[in-house]
């Protein structure tokens, strides 16, 4: 018999349901018994199986599994004499082979296979079935409790290790199902009053009666939990939510009926929003290219001097693009950018703020195979010829011998140069299958003309340089984001991302990170040191902490690093929190904004089965504070900064920081399909906003039938996620369309709704306009009745962070008024600004202002006030009269033991 074992799981009981059932006197029935659930210290083990054949009453076979590790039992079994306890033999012929050890949390771990003798078993600490600890286990025996007679619990007397089986099915005995739905939006138009006796139900068709859902810790956000039974496993029910009045009146949802397949442990399903009206102020998209040819895979780029936007995208093999005026409307036809008769693909844009152009790359055919191109284009979209432009004015930016595919690029607005990396083939190779191996992420940086420059060193002879080259791993699908500055803070690096998968066979798919100084291209480590070429690829002896030396982890989810193998991420983008140039603003009005400077990752992840969107926050402390905090043992100069990960309260990671517990953010968790997101940054309110392709309508409304569809319904929603950065605190808040903090990562807005067999088809491109303080997103769209796709785009501004709900202050809906703190209007403002807040009561009032250091200015009001709205104004002075220098100030609303505290920017 072949049998695993690991000192990292023993399995233990999570059936506490089971607890103080007697095991009956009961026969077990022949046939096959399996694994419901299996547990290690309150933690579910996925992935773990199990199968019993019972093949009569007196011996049993067992398979067993766990990750790639499995084994085989065979024995026999018998009732204690009261019939209580049912024991087993252990399997005989067992020895250990194929033993390793790896540290994981800071401790010491096994994991081997046992192929021994019954005495070997015993002297290597009596493990029992599957997994333990060596030398912890007490015996080598394995209980057996019946309960009624279709439960069996296995059980080591040490108390440790627990199985539970059910027999015929893979059903437990309670699926809990929480029913989720967002209200705020019916609240808003007046079709919901809860001040007024309105309440919400879940109408399904399983109960006879309705079933009345509560508000819970999410405001607006109503919430109602139905246990199903295990027979119910597997069924498909349709339910609605429906509002019901005082006076007997009820209003059904009118979109068609909901539908959900029980699953087994139940499931907290995604927030749904009433009728699927999550806005009031949803407009239709607006077609950037509509043609009757292909137009594929936009990007999109602000020019906040002029306050235009481009957006540009790979139309019929060529490339195309189309600015748009700060109101969003066109500023003439789309043009084309590059027109040749091979195919250009996979276009990218990026604003250079020197010299008030843009820079366009995409991946081009012309030269045999794909070679990376570029174009400059001014601010109204025409060439710029460049020192090395061919004919059409495009230059080269790498066509060596091989594939390169993938383009993005950064723009470095401090020393005005770009970094370009891409997907590069040209150290692979073929297995006999035809098999691509190998395959790394290359990188180019160019002067602001255009012009190649050399990575490091002048000595450095190859021009483009590598930027992850592994040789037994493929790293693809890179993205880049630049952080120049933040508040005094000059960083001036770039931050490169890509997949990486463990093996060829694309198993283990992790996102990875490179961070790459912007002075001289070197890589750095993440202590901030630069890494001379062509040093590369993980530590030796494998990943284990800092200094990651280049390449570091990203997308770690805590599981083991083998369990890990399985999992699947993808899709990586990022961005920094870096605020507007000052090269285009002028005198900068958000110097000192936050305190944190860092980059946001976020990709599409597979962790829980269905798609969702997950992130990391990347903070980069000084050396000094890194050194401080105990982050790196020794401190060196200031200049350097450490690379942390942090959670969203903004706490570091575990110190030191393992690569099995880095902190990732659930930016997105619906329970159906997120994928191919993208991100950017909202300098104006200091949020990042995550968008990305959606498909909870088409499953959620009975469109689609999920398990007929394969991977995805063709189609998709666009949904968003604002995740603010709080200065007070640097922690990263969820952030709903009105602005409203949910803490929730299912509380998301659809920017772009659309219908049946319409929608997205690919990434999103977004970009953050200073001009509406809000958010162009164009994606790919595929209308139900034609066969092309064609370019759209969406406007989305939110409401300002932490904003009062518009409808607490309605007195026609009876709603209670809320103690609230708006943002100021306007906000920078000259010379002044006007701050609004609500009492729910009357109480005595302070509204102070504070600087950058916590010092106070002034109060604006200290005195007793009555309930309801209010408003104070201010004009920059403090308390003599005196005009203040411009810079980031705040504000502090006290009243009734509550207070609320808001950030503001007087910019002369």
Not at 496 to 525: C, L, P
Not at 709 to 731: C, E, F, K, N
């Amino acid at each position: 018999m072949k049998m695993p074992n690991s000192s990292r799981f023993a399995l233990f009981l999570i059936g506490l349901m089971f607890l103080g059932l007697r095991p009956a006197a009961a026969q077990i029935p022949a046939g096959k018994w399996f694994c419901v659930e299996a547990t290690y210290l309150d933690t579910l083990l996925e992935g773990y199986t199990a199968n019993f054949e019972i093949l009569d009453q007196t011996y049993y076979e067992a398979d067993f599994t766990f990750d790639w590790r499995n084994g085989e039992a065979e024995a026999k079994y018998w009732y204690s004499a009261n019939a209580e306890t049912l024991f087993t033999n252990l399997p005989k012929e067992i020895t250990l082979s194929g033993g390793s050890a790896q540290y994981s949390g800071g401790k010491l771990v096994f994991d081997y296979y046992l192929l021994c003798t019954e005495e070997q078993w015993n002297k290597l600490g009596q493990t029992a079935i599957g997994y333990g600890f060596p030398g912890n286990s007490q015996t080598s025996q394995i209980l057996f409790a019946v309960s009624g007679d279709s439960l069996l619990e296995l059980k080591s007397v040490d108390g440790r290790t627990v199985l539970t089986y059910s027999f015929g099915a893979v059903k437990p005995f309670a699926n809990p199902v929480v029913f989720r739905v967002n209200m705020k939006i019916q609240q808003a138009l007046g079709l919901f009053n809860p001040g007024g006796g309105d309440k919400v139900f879940l109408r399904g068709d399983w109960s006879a009666a309705d079933i009345e859902l509560t508000e819970g810790e999410i405001p607006g956000v109503y919430t109602g939990t139905w246990t199903f039974p295990g027979s119910r496993v597997g069924t498909t029910l349709t339910y609605r939510f429906v509002v019901k009045k005082p006076g007997g009146t009820e209003t059904a949802e009118q979109d068609p009926v909901r539908s959900y397949t029980v699953e087994p442990y139940g499931r907290v399903l995604g927030i749904a929003f009433f009728d699927r009206r999550a806005r009031i102020d949803v407009t239709s998209p607006t077609a950037v290219a509509d043609s009757e040819v292909n137009e594929r895979k936009p990007s999109a780029a602000y020019n906040p001097a002029t306050q235009q936007s481009l957006v540009v995208w790979q139309q019929d093999g060529n490339i195309s693009g189309r600015l748009l005026n700060p109101d969003g409307s066109f500023i003439g036809p789309p043009f084309n950018i590059c027109n040749s008769d091979f195919d250009q693909t996979s276009p990218d844009a990026a604003y250079n703020s020197e010299r008030n152009e843009f820079l366009v790359v995409w991946q081009d055919d012309r030269g045999g195979n794909p070679d990376i191109y570029g174009i400059r284009l001014d601010e109204d979209g025409m060439p710029v010829t460049a020192a090395h432009s061919l004919a059409d004015k495009s230059f080269i930016i790498c066509d060596q011998d091989s594939n390169q595919t993938n383009p993005r690029v950064a723009y470095n607005y401090l020393l005005d140069k770009y970094l370009v990396i891409f997907q590069d083939e040209r150290n692979t190779e073929r297995t006999n299958s035809g098999q691509v191996q190998n395959i790394d992420v290359y990188g180019q940086r160019l002067d602001g003309d255009g012009d190649l420059l050399l990575p490091g060193s002048t000595e450095d002879t190859a021009v483009n340089f590598p930027v992850a080259f592994n040789t037994y791993y493929n790293e693809y699908y890179p993205d880049v984001a630049y952080l120049g500055y933040n508040g005094d803070k000059i960083l001036d690096e770039w931050l490169v991302v890509y997949s990486q998968s463990e093996f060829y066979s694309g198993f283990g798919i992790r996102i990875w990170g490179v961070r790459i100084k912007g002075k001289n291209g070197m890589r750095m480590d993440t202590y901030g040191a630069e890494v001379p070429y062509p040093a590369l690829g993980k530590p030796a002896g494998g990943p284990s902490g800092p200094p990651w030396l280049p390449q570091f982890p990203v997308g770690f989810d805590g599981e083991s690093f083998y369990s890990m193998m399985e999992f699947l991420q993808g899709s990586p983008h990022a961005e920094s929190n870096a605020p507007v140039p000052t090269a285009v603003l002028g005198k900068s009005a958000y110097d000192y904004r936050y305190e944190l400077p860092e980059f946001f990752v976020t990709w599409s992840d597979f962790r829980d089965g269905a798609g969702d969107i997950y992130g990391q926050r990347l903070v980069l402390f000084p050396d000094s504070t890194a050194f401080r905090m105990g982050l790196k043992p020794e401190r060196a100069a200031d200049s350097l900064f450490t690379l942390v990960p942090v959670d969203r309260n903004g706490d570091p990671a575990p110190v030191p920081q393992n690569w099995m517990t880095w902190p990732n953010v659930p930016v997105c968790n619906d329970i159906y399909e997120q994928s191919w997101n993208n991100l950017a940054y909202s300098s104006g309110e200091g949020s990042f906003m995550v968008v990305w392709n959606d498909w909870r309508s088409v499953s959620w409304d009975g469109m689609r039938d999920w398990e007929d569809t394969g991977w995805y319904p063709p189609m998709a929603d666009i949904y968003g996620q604002r995740l603010w950065l709080d200065p007070a605190d640097s922690s990263m808040a969820f952030l709903d369309h009105d602005g409203t903090a949910t803490g929730d990562p299912g509380m998301n807005t659809p920017v772009a709704f659309t219908e049946f067999e319409e929608g997205n088809m690919q990434y999103p491109a977004i970009a953050y306009r200073t001009a509406g303080n809000d958010f162009l997103v164009a994606y790919e769209f595929k209308r139900e009745t034609d066969d092309d796709r064609d370019i759209y785009m969406d406007l989305y501004q939110g409401g300002s962070p932490f904003s009062p709900v518009n409808v607490d202050q309605r007195p026609s809906a009876g709603l209670p008024v809320r103690f609230t703190l708006s943002q100021n209007v306007p906000n920078p403002f000259n010379p002044a600004t006007e701050i609004s807040y609500t009492l729910p009561e009357a109480d005595r009032v302070v509204l102070s202002v504070y600087n950058a250091m916590g010092q106070k200015i002034l109060d604006l009001i200290d005195r007793h006030q009555a309930g309801g709205l209010h408003r104070a104004s201010w004009d920059g002075k403090d308390g003599a009269g005196r005009i203040l220098p411009s810079g980031l100030y705040f504000y502090r609303l006290q009243a009734g033991g509550r207070q609320a505290v808001r950030k503001m920017i007087f910019m002369r």
